[in-house]
Every structure is written in structure tokens, then in C-alpha cells.
T-cell receptor, first 115, second 114 residues
Framework: DTGVSQDPRHKITKRGQNVTFRCDPI?????LYWYRQTLGQGPEFLTY????????KSRLLSDRFSAERPKGSFSTLEIQRTEQGDSAMYLC?????????????FGAGSRLTVL | AQSVTQLDSQVPVFEEAPVELRCNYS??????LFWYVQYPNQGLQLLLK??????LVESINGFEAEFNKSQTSFHLRKPSVHISDTAEYFC????????????FGTGTRLTIIP
């Protein structure tokens, strides 16, 4: 198992364009999380899934953001009509259910730059 | 809701000197506490965690943290730092009542001076 994978690692786009990030969690983990990290800040929670169900969404997740996990495996995070304020590192994490649920394993992140 | 305060945004320390990175939290319920480390150009890695039991927890690379409920603190310490400890350190808190969300502090950048 290679851990949590995120793609692409870097994305530069023009304001107004749509972007999509993909996250492949550790295969036996049924929980998947998205966080956003801006410069000088800690990661901020966006949303999380248990299997294919999206169980919680932060108010940071505006209607331009949508996350899916259609088959309970990989997840995508789409940002429509990007704005310069969307520039950040988007982090994905996964965890197993049960007593191990307390530990989140993070991917290396997808860095978005909106020009 | 929970919150985490890391008062020190940057901490420079000479190599082989001791270091303490401070973390205070706020919560109306019982919590789990974590320290994550982010090395340059890498993802967040779990350094250590407090779930229950002994209030002093240790990592494999010489860091330790002590949960102090009365002071709502979870400070991270190491008696002698190495160049390889240069990284950003994040304290995080999570309710133990089923709320799955981890709430992070703003991070402390530890710089080791040779």
C-alpha cells in the first residue's frame, strides 16, 4: 500500500476556470476527508465521507465546491468558477472505522494557484 | 466546538538544545489530542497522540507531549533537537463524542540552527 495519493500535485489555472482534484485513500480505509491549507494557517476541515456517504460539510465549502466519492473508494473535489481566494493546498486524508478511526493519514496535497 | 491555539508561529533553536512547542485547546467535551509534523515538501504525518490513559505520550524520534487537563494544554517537548527536526508542527484536537473532524492549530515552524 502506497498511502494516500493525490493528483495533480500542482495546478495553475486562470480565474473562472473549473478544476478537479482526485484522492485515492488507503484501500481498507472507509473514511475520507478533505482539508484546505492556506499559507501560514493550519489545515481547515472541508468535508468527510464514510464509504460513499458525505456525512459532514463545512460552511467553508461554498456552492462552487463539490465533493464526491461515488463507489466509496476514490474521491474527487471540484471547484467551479475558481477565484484567487481559492489558491491553497488541498489535503486529503483517510482513516479506518473503529478504534483506529482516530488517526488520519494524509496525502501530500494538491496545490492550487489561481491567477 | 473545539479550537486550538499555538502561540508561537516560529521557534528557532540551536542544535542539541531542548525545545518546547506550546499548544492550548478549548473544548466543552472530552477530546483526543494530536501532534502532526510536516517536513518540507511533504504531507502531514502523525507524530504522537493522546487518546486516554497515561498523560505522557512519546514518539519514536524522541518527542514527547503531556496532556494537562486543568491547563487545557498539550505541549510538545524534545530534550535535544537535531537538524532533521526542522519542520512545521501542528497541534490538533478532536471530540471523542463521534464528531469526526480534526481541528488544527495554525502551526509552529521549528528551525534548527547548526
Amino acid at each position: 500500500d502506497t498511502g494516500v495519493s493525490q493528483d495533480p500535485r500542482h495546478k495553475i489555472t486562470k480565474r473562472g476556470q473549473n478544476v478537479t482534484f482526485r484522492c485515492d485513500p488507503i484501500s481498507e480505509h472507509n473514511r475520507l476527508y478533505w482539508y484546505r491549507q492556506t499559507l501560514g494557517q493550519g489545515p481547515e476541515f472541508l468535508t468527510y465521507f464514510q464509504n460513499e456517504a458525505q456525512l459532514e460539510k463545512s460552511r467553508l465549502l461554498s456552492d462552487r465546491f463539490s465533493a464526491e466519492r461515488p463507489k466509496g473508494s476514490f474521491s474527487t473535489l471540484e471547484i467551479q468558477r475558481t477565484e484567487q481566494g481559492d489558491s491553497a493546498m488541498y489535503l486529503c486524508a483517510s482513516s479506518p472505522q473503529g478504534s483506529g478511526a482516530n488517526v488520519l493519514t494524509f496525502g501530500a496535497g494538491s496545490r492550487l494557484t489561481v491567477l | 466546538a473545539q479550537s486550538v491555539t499555538q502561540l508561537d508561529s516560529q521557534v528557532p533553536v540551536f542544535e542539541e538544545a531542548p525545545v518546547e512547542l506550546r499548544c492550548n485547546y478549548s473544548s466543552s467535551v472530552s477530546v483526543y489530542l494530536f501532534w502532526y509534523v510536516q517536513y518540507p515538501n511533504q504531507g502531514l504525518q502523525l507524530l504522537l497522540k493522546y487518546l486516554s490513559g497515561s498523560t505522557l505520550v512519546e514518539s519514536i524520534n524522541g518527542f514527547e507531549a503531556e496532556f494537562n487537563k486543568s491547563q487545557t494544554s498539550f505541549h510538545l517537548r524534545k530534550p535535544s533537537v537535531h537538524i532533521s527536526d526542522t519542520a512545521e508542527y501542528f497541534c490538533a484536537v478532536r471530540s471523542n463524542f463521534g464528531n469526526e473532524k480534526l481541528t488544527f492549530g495554525t502551526g509552529t515552524r521549528l528551525t534548527i540552527i547548526p
